[in-house]
């Protein structure tokens, strides 16, 4: 019992940061009806990022979020520009396309610069815990998951108190009718395309913290978030956070029940059922939407 | 057809037939059968991709089980390696069938983006079941199939080519007759608009549940025999995300939607891809180079080698008939400049040729 107890405190304190970086992806979509499939690479990139600083200046990656997430949120407005606004008609299937290629291309470029061998982001914290009610938690994750709420409440404050969190909203409902009360709709996507990356950046620094990775580790990471935004349904930012949720404590049970090999299983066994029962995902709106 | 075309594909039969008498070394025929390899991949993935518009990323799941239902019947039937495993290559189409009755079922109640990442889900669960399954599959450390020994040298590679050729000219085949059949054209109907396909009359549901299948038997055949050619297979080799990618590069980069737009884009690109994997393979570079064919493709050319060239040739012939005055201006050359251009359907990444 205590032991399925950590698992569901463990899979909340993961969960957060999964959540994070499913609502970056989510984001990316809602407004501009894009699946990013490179979100998976830049979450990569932005822990090798923090790698390299850690490695050269012996800067925390904490701390080296600093300076990442504003170096993310440019690369993702500049990859928005010169890769996703080109794409005029049917964007829906080149604009997937697009990232995949990006996802390949930050892969090799990774797997030149650091090799392919694993690694890992080094600190005290990763080790050193402390008991709580009988259980031993290492302090990344309560760190991880402080970082992450921070940063996922700091989003929606962007997107429900200010003007131009309105303005994102407004045209994650309906592009042309956003553009036709004067919304600059291509500022916006690119604004949301470059915060969606800069949530990649934070989520890779607890991602490569509690994993070792490597360049191809992408794969992996894209394809759990994605099962994530289909399960909270594609465009809903509540949807990906509780979806995150669902997932993680899930695979976390799994894990402790039944055997970790098979955790990660969990997480399409959940998508097939909320296909069967739900196709449009959690929060997600009927066909109306095309989805 | 014209006599060019007839005179053009003897061309292409006979150079296919011949090549390994003329070129038997292993090098090049190993290029060639990877090369067939992706011309019926990219093929078999345009039935459903191209014409209905569907877009799988996740037909490597076909591939990889293609790959171990008949690495496993080799296995446990005991059949003696040779030409007789082959038979076995239908067999392996027919499990993949089934296999694709239940994913299109499931992932067939999406569309557009969610069902790209649907079908890129199933890839990775059955990566999974390919190494989780120890005890069916050997897991991580890979399934090890008999091959025939009495093929040696030059010859080994040979009766594998002839066996990717055979699918690779079934693909095309069954791809030519779906576009000029009327479920063809109800494939192209629901690409097009699928809520005024289903109005008019058109089984949606039945058709692109059909086309799916069509086209993973196609794979799930292609991955039997390339199974057979390694003859050792790994979860992550065949489950393979840029198996499944590729396909769809070179179908995108010959022509979605053409009968011949993804035989000419893997002819092109899969011998480079080799090329320069060879080459930067340790550095990985090879997927930096891919990336920028990639993007380069989806950027500047979205809708494809073979539909450009005919709207190129059309014009060019257009101009021929009309004479070089027409380019000096007035006001009939601004109707038939109308004229030249394409129609405003045929402009977008998706038209048929």
Known sequence: MTLILEAVVLGVLTGGVYALMASGLTLIF????????????????????????????????????????????????????????????????????????????????????????????????????????GFHITWVYVFGFVLCLAILGALFLVLYRTAFGGAIRATMLNRTAAQLIGIDVDRVAAVAFGMGVATAAAGGVVFGITNAFNPGSHYDLI????????????????????????????????????????????????????????????????????? | MSALKVIGLVLVALVALLLPVYAPDPATTNKAVLTLMFVGLATAWNIMGGYTGYISL??????????????????????????????????????????????????????????????????????????????????????????????????????????MLALAVLAVVV??????????????????????????????????????????????????????????????????????????????LGGLGTLSGPVIGAVLLEPAQLEFAYRFGASRLYLVFYAAVFLIVILLLPRGIVPSVADLLRSLRHRRLIGPSATAGGLGTVTRASGDEPPAAAQQGLAAP
Not at chain 2, 125 to 152: D, R
Not at chain 2, 232 to 244: A, K, M, N, S
Request: overall charge positive; aromatic content about 14%.
């Open chain 2, 175 to 252: 791809s030519w007759w779906i576009r000029r059949s009327k479920f063809g054209l109800g494939l192209l109907a629901i690409r097009d608009d699928e809520d005024k396909a289903l109005a008019v009359g058109v089984p949606t549901r039945g058709f692109k549940l059909t086309a799916y299948v069509i086209s993973a038997v196609l794979v799930g055949m292609i991955g039997a025999v390339y199974g057979y050619y390694v003859t050792y297979l790994y979860p992550q080799f065949v489950f393979d995300p840029l198996v499944g990618i590729s396909m769809v590069l070179m179908a995108f």
């Open chain 1, 223 to 291: 394809s759990r978030l994605l099962t994530i935004i289909v399960l909270g349904g594609l465009g809903s930012l509540r949807g990906a956070v509780i979806a995150a949720l669902i997932m993680l404590v899930t695979e976390d049970i799994t894990q402790v029940l039944i055997s970790p090999v098979w955790a990660n299983f969990v997480f399409f066994v959940i998508l097939v059922a909320i296909l069967i029962v739900r196709p449009q995902g959690l929060y997600g709106l009927r066909v109306r939407e095309r989805i």
């Open chain 1, 30 to 133: 809602g407004v501009m009806r894009i699946i990013n499939v490179g979100h998976g690479a830049l979450v990569v990139l932005g822990a090798y990022l923090s790698f390299a600083l850690l490695r050269s200046f012996h800067m925390d990656p904490f701390l080296s979020l600093l300076l990442t997430m504003p170096a993310m949120f440019l690369l993702g407005v500049v990859l928005q520009f010169v890769f996703i606004r080109p794409l005029k008609t049917d964007r829906e299937a080149l604009s997937v396309l697009v990232t995949y290629a990006l996802a390949l291309g930050i892969e090799g470029a990774l797997g030149y610069v650091f090799t392919a061998n694993f690694v890992e982001l080094r600190a005290w914290y990763e080790t050193a815990s402390f008991g709580i009610f």
């Open chain 2, 58 to 163: 996740g037909h490597a799941a076909f591939f990889g089980f293609g790959a171990y239902s008949f690495g496993l019947m080799v296995i446990h039937l005991n059949v003696t390696p040779g030409y007789a495993p082959f038979l076995l290559v239908p067999v392996a189409g027919l499990l993949t069938a089934s296999l694709a009755v239940g994913i299109g079922w499931i992932a067939l109640r999406t569309r557009a983006a969610t069902f790209v990442i649907v079908t890129i889900a199933f890839m990775f669960m059955l990566q999974l079941l390919g190494e989780n399954l120890v005890t069916i599959t050997g897991g991580g450390a890979g399934l090890s199939l008999p091959y025939a020994h009495e093929w040696g040298g030059d010859f080994f590679n040979i009766p594998y080519y002839y066996a």
